[in-house]
């Protein structure tokens, strides 16, 4: 199904080199969402979802620092790009019912640095391991950003998926996306985010 599967990227441009398809080779690699084109996220996703203002709210005052336009505009850990503050402020979390966005100044603020999560029932690739099958802990390796570093981990079984328990913090953790879990070079699976636990110090 996917011939070039086994091929890291440098090899596939080299291939292309060859084949003469110097266009392709060297094309620049895709970071964004290809399909929007140049436009920002932001004034794309106006066109599909109604814009409903709300309040970006410091987390450790309490108080509205800013408003925003459309709580789907943003994501956690995402820079808010406020004036007039010391620090920039960072998005921490989104209330959904009340349309306000938590903040937190500085990126590098302990809310946004967390190393425990619980998940939704997981989906295994070939199936359950065999640690968790005897309600044991299965040390593997886990990331939730496919450019990021695999993070070693400790996971378990609870009543509604899996509890992960990483061994170093990672910034911004965030509900609704999914962890992937790998070990000797395999992926195992992934399960969605359903909680994380957020470390919050004063």
Same mark, same amino acid.
């Given at each position: ?25 060297n094309k620049?690699?895709?970071t964004g ?16 979802? @109604? ?9 450790? =005052?309490?108080? /509205?620092?800013?408003? *925003? #336009? ?31 966005i938590y903040?937190?100044?500085?990126? @590098? ?9 619980? =998940?939704?029932? /997981?989906?295994?690739? *070939? #199936? ?75």
């Amino acid at each position: 199904m996917f011939p070039i599967a086994n091929l890291l990227k440098t090899t596939v441009r080299d291939i292309a080199r060859d084949e003469g398809l110097i266009q392709v080779a060297n094309k620049r690699d895709s970071t964004g969402i290809c399909f929007i084109g140049k436009r920002r996220f932001q004034e794309f996703i106006e066109d599909y979802i @109604e814009t409903k203002k709300g309040l970006f709210i410091d987390i450790d =005052t309490g108080q /509205p620092v800013g408003e *925003h #336009s459309g709580i789907h505009k943003w994501t956690v850990g995402q820079k808010c790009c406020l004036a007039n503050y010391k620090h920039p402020y960072f998005v921490f979390k989104k209330d959904l019912n009340t349309n306000n966005i938590y903040v937190v100044a500085g990126t @590098e603020h302990s809310a946004l640095w967390n190393n425990l999560c619980f =998940t939704t029932e /997981p989906h295994w690739i *070939h #199936s359950e391991p065999e640690e968790l099958q005897h309600n044991s802990v299965l040390h593997c390796y886990f990331r939730f950003q496919h450019t990021k570093p695999l993070v070693r981990c400790r996971v378990t079984k609870n009543s509604e998926g899996l509890t992960i328990f990483l061994d170093k913090r990672l910034r911004a953790l965030t509900e609704g996306q999914f962890g992937v879990l790998y070990k000797n070079d395999e992926c195992l699976g992934s399960a969605k985010i359903k909680n994380v636990c957020h470390n919050i110090l004063y």
